[in-house]
């Protein structure tokens, strides 16, 4: 019997829900110490080069413990399993799941009926709604532009959300590929989910994800919605290039106006973006023009992209920019990000005496209600994930961490 589980995660955490459950369903606790796990379940995106380069150090590793502990067993798959035949080049391991069937393919190998356990999974705020979609955006690998769309039925969002509320939590994350595609597969959209959660539940704070800015601008009445509903406090948009060529050259079909007039929309709430770099089409003029769009218009909470020009993508096959011209542009987005960060941060720092609502993300740290911002506190301090508190911003910790590029700064609970 399986006692304990490490699940490494190299991508997103498209995972993570499915994961939860086979803990659920083996009875086993989750460990971080992959050299004395029972069982080890890795998990590989398949979205960039980078991701598969790595794949072999990872393998490397898995493979001696294997040697050493032959009884551990170790599982591996995710998006890149469509890409790579784990079994045959990896023949170690002891078995191999697809994306988002991490559940079912295991239940072949650890013999357990995968239809034994679907109760929601909410030791944590966020609620998975959605997955798959149905666009065919230029910079999307190939695999992942047939992915099918399948949305999770609205009685079940409104019970997972219910079950996350009655653990203590105040803000849910809802999770999905292409959260405006919401439903389609089913007969109703996102927003007669938001409708049923206002009138359904108790719900005080939304943080809605991957909103596709092409269909967005085609929904008027859910871009009101989300704009009006104090309870949706974040939105997290898929801009992807604020310069025209390049979005035409992207598959995208909303004008930069557009894109603008619906983040003035959304200015009241925490908004959250995305920014390619080195898409085929992008110029020094055009580039330049985007970067003092995004300062004029306050989108300082961006993480950036660089284009991978891989085969699978569609923009593999348009001419590239020269790799040197990419980097010194990626560091000039880079040090205006930075710029405008330490400008919010000052502005808050300036104003800390009323105080922030934050809320618990871990250990020491909060997230501001309001604010795409971390605050590190006194790390010997015991928080309650999901609760508000009160803190006092006191300075700036760092700006940037790793490619996530969160604004962390200082405080103190008041």
């Given at each position: 019997?399986?006692?304990?589980?490490?699940?490494?995660?190299?991508?997103?955490?498209?995972?993570?829900?499915?994961?939860?459950?086979?803990?659920?369903?083996?009875?086993?606790?989750?460990?971080?110490?992959?050299?004395?796990?029972?069982?080890?379940?890795?998990?590989?995106?398949?979205m960039s080069t980078e991701n598969y380069e790595v794949i072999p150090k990872c393998m490397f590793?898995?493979?001696?413990?294997?040697?050493?502990?032959?009884?551990?067993?170790?599982?591996?798959?995710?998006?890149?399993?469509?890409?790579?035949?784990?079994?045959?080049?990896?023949?170690?391991?002891?078995?191999?799941?697809?994306?988002?069937?991490?559940?079912?393919?295991?239940?072949?190998?650890?013999?357990?009926?995968?239809?034994?356990?679907?109760?929601?999974?909410?030791?944590?705020?966020?609620?998975?709604?959605?997955?798959?979609?149905?666009?065919?955006?230029?910079?999307?690998?190939?695999?992942?532009?047939?992915?099918?769309?399948?949305?999770?039925?609205?009685?079940?969002?409104?019970?997972?959300?219910?079950?996350?509320?009655?653990?203590?939590?105040?803000?849910?994350?809802?999770?999905?590929?292409?959260?405006?595609?919401?439903?389609?597969?089913?007969?109703?959209?996102?927003?007669?989910?938001?409708?049923?959660?206002?009138?359904?539940?108790?719900?005080?704070?939304?943080?809605?994800?991957?909103?596709?800015?092409?269909?967005?601008?085609?929904?008027?009445?859910?871009?009101?919605?989300?704009?009006?509903?104090?309870?949706?406090?974040?939105?997290?948009?898929?801009?992807?290039?604020?310069?025209?060529?390049?979005?035409?050259?992207?598959?995208?079909?909303?004008?930069?106006?557009?894109?603008?007039?619906?983040?003035?929309?959304?200015?009241?709430?925490?908004?959250?973006?995305?920014?390619?770099?080195?898409?085929?089409?992008?110029?020094?003029?055009?580039?330049?023009?985007?970067?003092?769009?995004?300062?004029?218009?306050?989108?300082?909470?961006?993480?950036?992209?660089?284009?991978?020009?891989?085969?699978?993508?569609?923009?593999?096959?348009?001419?590239?920019?020269?790799?040197?011209?990419?980097?010194?542009?990626?560091?000039?987005?880079?040090?205006?990000?930075?710029?405008?960060?330490?400008?919010?941060?000052?502005?808050?720092?300036?104003?800390?005496?009323?105080?922030?609502?934050?809320?618990?993300?871990?250990?020491?740290?909060?997230?501001?209600?309001?604010?795409?911002?971390?605050?590190?506190?006194?790390?010997?301090?015991?928080?309650?994930?999901?609760?508000?508190?009160?803190?006092?911003?006191?300075?700036?910790?760092?700006?940037?961490?790793?490619?996530?590029?969160?604004?962390?700064?200082?405080g103190v609970l008041l």
């Amino acid at each position: 019997m399986l006692k304990t589980i490490c699940f490494s995660n190299t991508g997103c955490s498209a995972e993570d829900e499915d994961f939860l459950r086979l803990m659920r369903i083996l009875g086993a606790e989750r460990t971080q110490n992959i050299f004395e796990a029972d069982c080890i379940v890795q998990h590989f995106c398949g979205m960039s080069t980078e991701n598969y380069e790595v794949i072999p150090k990872c393998m490397f590793v898995l493979e001696k413990i294997k040697e050493e502990r032959p009884e551990v067993k170790i599982f591996v798959g995710g998006c890149a399993s469509e890409v790579l035949n784990f079994q045959k080049r990896y023949p170690f391991v002891d078995g191999v799941f697809a994306r988002r069937h991490m559940i079912e393919d295991l239940s072949q190998y650890l013999g357990f009926d995968p239809e034994c356990d679907k109760e929601p999974i909410c030791n944590h705020n966020a609620v998975r709604i959605q997955s798959g979609c149905l666009r065919q955006c230029g910079f999307c690998k190939k695999h992942y532009m047939s992915m099918p769309l399948i949305s999770k039925p609205l009685e079940q969002v409104i019970k997972d959300v219910k079950e996350v509320l009655k653990n203590g939590h105040s803000e849910v994350i809802l999770l999905a590929e292409n959260s405006t595609e919401y439903g389609i597969d089913l007969g109703y959209r996102l927003i007669d989910l938001l409708k049923e959660l206002e009138n359904k539940t108790q719900i005080e704070r939304i943080c809605l994800t991957a909103l596709c800015i092409d269909e967005l601008v085609l929904m008027p009445e859910l871009v009101d919605y989300i704009a009006d509903h104090k309870e949706i406090v974040s939105v997290q948009i898929e801009i992807q290039s604020l310069i025209p060529l390049v979005r035409k050259n992207m598959r995208l079909t909303s004008t930069r106006e557009e894109v603008l007039k619906i983040c003035k929309r959304f200015s009241k709430k925490r908004i959250t973006t995305n920014i390619m770099v080195g898409y085929p089409g992008e110029n020094k003029v055009d580039f330049d023009e985007q970067l003092d769009l995004i300062k004029e218009n306050g989108l300082y909470y961006i993480q950036v992209n660089e284009f991978d020009a891989t085969p699978g993508t569609p923009g593999y096959e348009m001419e590239q920019i020269n790799p040197s011209i990419v980097q010194k542009r990626l560091l000039k987005m880079m040090n205006l990000l930075t710029l405008l960060k330490r400008e919010k941060a000052n502005g808050m720092i300036n104003s800390a005496q009323k105080g922030y609502t934050g809320v618990a993300m871990g250990k020491g740290t909060l997230l501001l209600n309001g604010e795409s911002i971390l605050v590190s506190v006194n790390e010997d301090i015991e928080l309650t994930y999901g609760k508000e508190y009160m803190v006092k911003v006191t300075g700036v910790d760092q700006l940037f961490t790793g490619k996530e590029q969160n604004m962390r700064l200082k405080g103190v609970l008041l």
